[in-house]
């Protein structure tokens, strides 16, 4: 007596073919969009304050935060400021991919919902602060504390 019996080694094959037509359809929606130019963004909050500031490297490593208007020091950041450093960093190297000096200041904005961007007006670059974590961006909420208590904030 023989016993023919089959069995199904894992998913059926039908099912397989689906989702991975439900993948390429999203794959394919999601690169549709972003050509598309379409913002996916939503609205920022109405800005409560606007501090303009230049960054400058000191030769004992810390890095300087100088209010653009008067030029005075609001901040300095000594020792790692990991943060701060990657997110000057990247900004910095869209300047240099496009020619761009550091003459220009950047925008440290306070939103009425209380999220943070750092924004860059020559190149047209941002960061949305709250994205990185409470941590990070209450670094930049520092400056801009800061920058309000000098009067440097509009």
Same mark, same amino acid.
């Given at each position: ?47 409560? +304050? ?7 490297? %000191? @030769? =004992? &490593?810390?890095?300087?935060?100088? !209010?653009? #208007?008067? /030029? ?29 000096? +550091? ?7 306070? %939103? @009425? =919902? &209380?999220?943070?961007?750092?924004? !860059?007006? #020559?190149? /047209? ?30």
């Amino acid at each position: 007596m023989s016993h023919t019996h089959t069995h199904h080694d894992g998913v059926p094959r039908g099912v397989l073919i689906a989702a991975g037509l439900l993948l390429l359809l999203s794959l394919l929606s999601t690169a549709a969009v972003r050509w598309s130019g379409v913002s996916v963004r939503e609205p920022d909050a109405a800005a409560i +304050a606007t501090l303009r500031l230049h960054f400058q490297d %000191r @030769a =004992d &490593g810390s890095i300087a935060v100088l !209010d653009a #208007a008067s /030029g005075s020091e609001i901040e300095r950041v000594q020792g790692e400021g990991g943060f701060l450093r990657g997110a000057l960093r990247a900004l910095a190297r869209e300047r240099r991919l496009r020619g761009l000096g +550091a003459e220009q200041p950047f925008e440290l904005i306070g %939103r @009425a =919902d &209380g999220r943070l961007t750092l924004v !860059d007006p #020559a190149t /047209g670059e941002r960061i949305d602060l709250e994205s990185f974590g409470p941590t990070n961006a209450g670094v930049f909420a520092q400056l801009l504390a800061q920058g309000q208590r000098n009067g440097s904030a509009r």
